[in-house]
């Protein structure tokens, strides 16, 4: 699957400020009341944006400006709380379709379920990152573009390096992020492995 | 050099490495709820994929039942469609179902543990987040996303990378009205909300030998709230007794085999640790959340932090918790008023938590004030069943409290129990995010049963020493 890489992605991004953001937040709960994933998008972040919408502001997902934002931009422990897969799935269906996510940090079940997704969450340092969102702001249409290869997050004139495991990254380049063929091929030694604990079978 | 029982369990589930890097571990027992599995069983069956250990997948409902009535089908369409498709995904599967209908029906996280499927040196994990809970039996116990079920549905394994780990001792002795709530509301706020992120969590000490297995649950489903995917405690005398005779415990001559293979996951006591961390049990005071991350908490008669004593990256935070809870730097949470208090969740809805509010409030004529709307929701409806036989729901209801069917009911807000508008809401559960309980503007402050009991029958939020007139 040749659209399965990820190598570079570009294009304008979301500026998304804040510490601890949690996936009630990212995706409220009583949107979790489906048996699909489907119409997720259009809720991410529902509540946030409209308490600032009652107050007479606009949260930055809805700011026009922003309106075709690829990459979100945040800070630290993003996506911590419930394990919800929903979160990411509202983000990857919002707007445009976001396609990757740069922060200082992320909680790690969250990190987890966008790799699941082919969803690269690239790690910068703090000031790098105030660097980042400073220069989207001041210029919404510039365009961002997270680069797998060289692990450099490049925007206009700044070209800051990102951390990813080896491992993760290389999932992405090749476009074999998705486990379940990867996990399957391991059938025989899934056997073996269970055989040998006394708990598989001993304690009936 | 010895191992810690994370670093044994890992290795005796490692299938292999991977290309990756990360290593494919084989899971003991997989659990499942009707929130996170259907779009896992669509992706199975549109891969054209079976379950692979039926027999290691047990299913229940909780997350979306509603606690006033139980009978189907549910008022909410959208529910009830997620009962069916759950339904339909257990038959269909051969997967043993803890439904309501059979009256087995419970929050997964007490189900578990109760029915004996919990059991040392196991690797669990479910779909939800607060399955850290399991690791109190001496289990590695993680929550994973939709795309992860899907892949131990078909797999029975899902990649994992190798955490480290950090031993968090907690020695001497705790004080009256100090339970593990407030241990975990301590830890929590002593090293951060992602203070655990990339760690599994060993918790020990004195305090922890000394804990019950339900007080042991209540720390372990609080690990992750630190970042922490998981939390453990070796499994000792204490696990072994709570497991004799429960439903899925090994019985007769396999029960000594199992008893040897638990022992010998504990940890060495020569075993490295990435870090260590002890404190005193002593220093530990009833605590309460003030803000909207469970590390925004302080003891139940200090005062709401200012800024200043905040670190600067962490000062934003707390500026957006002051603003969101119209809460001033500085005031005392002493107090607080309450419009709601919630006894019940996957970290304090069990046996002990009830009673030990019942201890504290029979026959002394103690009542919910009159402006308090109290919920009283039993993690399991064996659990309820048990408590009704004991006369349980009587006392509390004579005391003001309502006393409901078993499910998450208001520690999330997906399913008919919910704060309206601003309310603050005292609660025994495990997030205080904005938002969580189900108003987008309501307020939630955690703490333990006992301090979620004085607050209902203060109006406000109290120290349960002075309410219930507890010493040292
Ligand atoms: S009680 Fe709360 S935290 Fe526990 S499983 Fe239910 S919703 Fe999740």
Redesign the pocket.
């Given at each position: 699957m040749l659209d399965s890489k990820r190598i570079e992605i570009s294009g304008p991004a979301i500026p998304l400020r804040g510490n601890d953001i949690d996936t009630d937040r990212i995706i409220p709960?009583r949107y979790l009341r489906t048996v699909t994933f489907d119409g997720l998008g259009e809720h991410a972040f529902e509540d946030d944006r409209r308490a600032l919408k009652a107050e007479g502001k606009l949260h930055v997902l809805d700011e026009a400006k922003h309106a075709s934002g690829r990459i979100l931009l945040v800070n630290k422990n993003f996506g911590c709380g419930?394990s919800r897969e929903h979160a990411p799935q509202a983000i990857m269906r919002f707007g445009k379709g976001i396609a990757a996510i740069v922060g200082e940090s992320f909680a790690e079940i969250f990190y987890g379920n966008c790799m699941m997704l082919g969803i690269p969450c690239a790690v910068v340092g703090a000031s790098q990152m105030a660097e980042l969102l400073a220069a989207v702001e001041a210029n919404p249409e510039l365009t961002l573009s997270v680069d797998l290869r060289t692990r450099t997050v490049k925007a206009g004139k700044l070209s800051v390096p990102f951390e990813m495991p080896e491992g993760a990254r290389t999932q992405f380049l090749e476009g074999n992020w998705d486990t379940t063929g990867e996990l399957l091929s391991g059938h025989a030694e899934i056997r073996a492995t269970a055989s040998k604990l006394p708990y598989f079978s001993d304690f009936g | 050099m010895g191992k810690t029982l994370y670093e044994k369990v890992f290795e005796a589930h490692t299938v292999r490495k991977l290309p990756s890097g990360q290593y494919q571990l084989l899971m003991g027992l997989h659990l499942i709820?009707e929130v996170t599995s259907p779009q896992a069983f669509s992706m199975l069956e549109e891969r054209g994929l079976s379950v692979l250990y039926p027999n290691r997948t047990f299913a229940t409902v909780?997350?979306i039942v509603p606690t006033a009535s139980q009978l189907r089908p549910f008022q909410d369409d959208l529910a009830e469609g997620m009962m069916v498709a759950l339904e339909r995904n257990v038959a269909k599967h051969k997967i043993r179902y803890f439904s309501l209908d059979k009256d087995e029906q419970g929050?997964?996280?007490?189900i578990g543990p109760e029915n004996g499927l919990t059991q040392p040196g196991m690797t669990i994990c479910c779909g939800?987040?607060?399955t850290s809970?399991h690791g109190a039996f001496g289990a590695i116990a993680f929550g994973i996303g939709t795309s992860q079920v899907r892949d131990v549905l078909a797999t029975q394994t899902m990649s994992m990378s190798k955490l480290k780990v950090r031993r968090i001792e907690v020695n001497g002795k705790l004080g009256a009205g100090v339970f593990a709530k407030d241990v975990a509301l301590f830890i929590i706020n002593k090293l951060g909300v992602n203070g655990g992120v990339g760690y599994a969590y060993e918790f020990a000490g004195e305090v922890f030998d000394r804990f019950t297995m339900e007080e042991r649950m209540t720390v372990c489903?609080m690990a992750i709230e630190g970042g922490a995917r998981s939390g453990y405690v070796n499994p000792d005398a204490t696990t072994y007794a709570y497991l004799k005779g429960r439903r899925y415990s090994p019985t007769g001559a396999a029960w000594e085999r199992a008893v040897a293979y638990w022992e010998s996951t504990r940890s060495d006591a020569d075993a490295r640790y990435d870090d260590v961390v002890r404190y005193d049990g002593a220093e530990i005071e009833p605590m309460v959340t003030w803000g909207i991350t469970p590390g925004q908490s302080t003891p139940v008669l200090g005062k709401i932090p200012l800024e200043a004593q905040f670190e600067e990256s962490e000062r934003e935070s707390v500026r957006e918790a002051y603003a969101y809870m119209s809460f001033e730097p500085g005031q005392p949470m002493s107090g607080t008023k309450i419009d709601v208090a919630f006894i019940?969740?996957?970290?304090n809805?069990r046996m002990s938590d009830f009673e030990a509010v019942l201890d504290l409030i029979r026959g002394r004529g103690f009542k919910v004030a009159p402006h308090v709307k109290a919920l009283i929701v039993p993690?399991s409806q064996k659990l309820r069943k048990e408590m009704i036989a004991l006369g349980y729901d009587k006392i509390f209801t004579e005391a003001g409290f309502e006393f409901r069917e078993a499910?998450?009911?208001m520690?999330?807000a997906?399913n008919p129990d919910k704060l309206k508008g601003r309310e603050v809401c005292a609660s025994s559960?495990?997030?205080n995010f904005k938002g969580r309980q189900g108003s987008p503007a309501g307020r939630t402050l955690l703490m333990s049963p006992v301090m979620v009991a004085a607050a209902a029958i203060s109006g406000h939020v109290a120290d349960a020493r002075q309410v219930f007139g507890l010493a040292n």
């Open positions: 709960a419930s | 709820h909780d997350h929050i997964v996280h007490v939800d987040s607060h809970t489903n019940g969740s996957c970290t809805g993690g499910g998450c009911s520690c999330l997906m559960s495990n997030r």
